[in-house]
C-alpha cells in the first residue's frame, strides 16, 4: 500500500474516535436535561455540567488531532 | 494548493516586519503577534471606556463590563470560595483573552489566535504552573494530598493514586488541546463548506442553484462557531478554576 494512501485511511480511521465522545456528550446533556425536567432545583449544575461535557470533548478532539496530525503533519 | 482551497492555509503565520535575528533567531513581528495585540487593545479600550464615568446607577455600557466582572467572580466563589478571589485578575484576563481572540477569528480575513497550539499549550502552562507554584507555596507537603482521595481503603490506593497522578500529568494537555482543537477544527470545517460553494458555482446554473445548500450549512456552522467561541473560553476558565481550587484545598 502507498504510504499517502495509508495516511488518509488512517486519518478515516482516527476520526471514528469522535463518534465515542459524541455519545458521551449526548448522554451528559440528555441526562443534564432529564434530571432538570424532573427536579427544576437541579437545573442549578450547570457548571458541573460544562465541566463533565469538556472532559468529555477532550478524547475526541485527542482522536481528532491525530487525524489531522496524520493529514497534514507526518 | 491555493489560498481557496486548501482549509489549512488561514493558519499560516505571515511575517508583518522584522527587527533582525539575534543569534540565529528571527525577532519577527507576525500576523499572530498583531491579533494578540489587537485582542488586548480591544479589552482595554472597552474596559477603560466603559468604566470612565462610575456613575452609582451604570449606563447601559458600564453594565457589559459590571456583569462580566459578576460573572467571573461568582465563577471564582463557587468553585474555590472566597479564598480563590485573589486570583481574579488572572482568571478575568484569561476569560476576556480568550473570548476576545476566538470571536475575532471568526471574522473574514482575521488570524485566529486561539487555533495556534504554542498560544493554547502557553495558557495551559502558565495555569498548571501558577497551580503548582502556589500549591506548594502555600500547603508545602500537604500539595500531595491531591493524589491520594480520602475516604478509600488502602489496597484501593495502590490503584488510585497513579490513577490520579496521570490524571494530573494529562491536564495541562487537555487544557490546552481542547481549546486548540475547536477553534482549529471549527476554522476547518468552515473553510471546507465554504470551499464547496466555490467549487460547485464554477459547474455552471445547476452548480450555483445546488451551491445554496453548502452556503447555508456555512452560515449555520458560523453561527454554530460563535456559541463553540463563547463556550470554549467559559470551559478554559471554569478549569482554571477547578485547578486552582486544588491548589486553594488539596485533599478531596
Given amino acids: 500500500m502507498e504510504v499517502e494512501a495509508a495516511k488518509m485511511i488512517g486519518a478515516g480511521i482516527a476520526t471514528i474516535g469522535m463518534g465515542g465522545a459524541g455519545i458521551g456528550v449526548g448522554i451528559i446533556f440528555g441526562n443534564y436535561l432529564s434530571g432538570a425536567l424532573r427536579n427544576p432545583a437541579a437545573a442549578g449544575q450547570f457548571t458541573n455540567l460544562i465541566f463533565g461535557f469538556a472532559v468529555t470533548e477532550a478524547l475526541g478532539i485527542f482522536s481528532l488531532l491525530i487525524a489531522l496530525l496524520l493529514l497534514f503533519v507526518v | 494548493m491555493g489560498y481557496a482551497t486548501n482549509p489549512i492555509k488561514q493558519f499560516d503565520i505571515i511575517e508583518i516586519f522584522s527587527f533582525g535575528s539575534i543569534n540565529g533567531f528571527d525577532l519577527v513581528f507576525t500576523n499572530s503577534a498583531l491579533m494578540m495585540l489587537v485582542s488586548v487593545a480591544i479589552i482595554s479600550g472597552w474596559l477603560i471606556l466603559t468604566t470612565r464615568g462610575r456613575g452609582l446607577v451604570p449606563s447601559r455600557l458600564q453594565l457589559v463590563s459590571e456583569i462580566t466582572y459578576g460573572f467571573i467572580a461568582n465563577m471564582i466563589r463557587t468553585s474555590t470560595g472566597s479564598e480563590g478571589m485573589k486570583f481574579f485578575p488572572l482568571v478575568f484576563s484569561l476569560f476576556t483573552f480568550i473570548l476576545v481572540s476566538n470571536i475575532l477569528g471568526l471574522y473574514p480575513y482575521f488570524f485566529s489566535v486561539s487555533s495556534q497550539l504554542i498560544v493554547t499549550v502557553a495558557l495551559a502552562l502558565l495555569v498548571m ?16 494530598k491531591i493524589f491520594v482521595p480520602s475516604g478509600i481503603p488502602l489496597v484501593v490506593l ?13 491536564r495541562p494537555l487537555s487544557l490546552s488541546l481542547r481549546l486548540f482543537g475547536n477553534m482549529l477544527a471549527g476554522a476547518i470545517v468552515v473553510k471546507v463548506f465554504a ?51 486544588d491548589a486553594i484545598h488539596p485533599g478531596h
Fill in chain 2, 129 to 144: 504552573g501558577i497551580v503548582i507554584f502556589y500549591g506548594v507555596w502555600k500547603n508545602g507537603f500537604k500539595f500531595l
Fill in chain 2, 195 to 245: 470551499g464547496f460553494v466555490v467549487s460547485l458555482t464554477a459547474m455552471g446554473l445547476i452548480g450555483i442553484i445546488g451551491a445554496i445548500l453548502p452556503l447555508a450549512m456555512t452560515v449555520a456552522l458560523t453561527g454554530l462557531e460563535f456559541l463553540v467561541a463563547a463556550l470554549q473560553a467559559f470551559v478554559f476558565t471554569i478549569l482554571t478554576c477547578v485547578y486552582l481550587n
Fill in chain 2, 158 to 170: 495502590i490503584i488510585v493514586v497513579p490513577i490520579e497522578v496521570l490524571s494530573f500529568l494529562s
